[in-house]
């Protein structure tokens, strides 16, 4: 079945160790998103890629970045990570741009001790 | 700002009665709305899309309206089951084809 597989399921970093969290999909989606989701709150945008244009939101931090060194994987490196980021992330493609729904994989749990 | 609003309160209801949910925005003008299921520790997964020209549209035992006017989307499941329990997400569509996603509303069925 084509679909969206992140990797891995729970993470566990220690306090400003760099981490990163991967994704990648089989249904060979042009788009892909990383959002970030805190308990109870909605996802959060924080980048999307265009094929290989990247597209920083606004207020994600820095410490935030993304790779997508190929159509099917895509990864989100958190360079610093704090408290405050420990978080689901949840990867997602669409098809186009213009097509309007995403495919959700099902989520990295991080931890930041 | 722009805001999206969901139920603040979970649902509680009895199995075979129908939830009803609700989305209110505030500075969108979305040409379509979508509706995601998430459930515990997993990613949303998409259940429908409204545009901004239907009032209307269903699938199985779901309806969803959409009123551009008062800016609202309900979100009804009718003849509910136990299974149904989950966060259900309101999506808006952002001007740049990005969504904004609300905080959901948590639907517990009872059977």
């Known amino acids: 079945d084509a679909m969206v597989i992140q990797n891995p399921r729970y993470q566990v970093t220690q306090f400003g160790k760099p981490v990163t969290l991967s994704c990648s999909q089989t249904?060979?989606?042009?788009?892909m998103y990383w959002y970030q989701q805190k308990s109870s709150q909605a996802p959060k945008l924080l980048f999307h890629y265009y094929d290989k244009d990247f597209n920083n939101e606004a207020d994600t931090p820095d410490n935030f970045q993304s790779r997508r060194p190929n159509t099917s994987f895509c990864f989100l490196d958190i360079r610093s990570p704090g408290l405050g980021d420990a978080a689901m992330y949840l990867c997602?493609?669409?098809?186009?741009?213009?097509?309007?729904?995403?495919?959700f994989g099902p989520g990295t749990r991080l931890l930041v001790l | 700002s722009q805001k999206i609003e969901q139920n603040s309160e979970a649902l509680n209801i009895q199995e075979g009665k129908t939830a009803t949910l609700t989305c209110n925005y505030t500075n969108y003008s979305p040409a379509y709305l979508q509706w995601y299921r998430q459930d515990p520790g997993r990613g949303p997964v998409f259940l429908l899309l409204i545009r901004e020209n239907e009032k209307e549209k269903r699938k199985e035992r779901l309806k969803v309206t959409f009123d551009t006017t008062l800016k609202q989307s309900l979100f009804h499941i009718t003849a509910s089951q136990p299974a149904d329990s989950a966060t259900y997400l309101c999506a808006l569509e952002r001007d740049d084809y990005k969504l904004s996603f609300g905080a959901g509303t948590t639907v517990t069925v009872r059977a």
């Open positions: 997602a493609t669409s098809e186009e741009r213009t097509k309007e729904t995403q495919y």
């Open positions: 249904l060979n989606h042009n788009v």
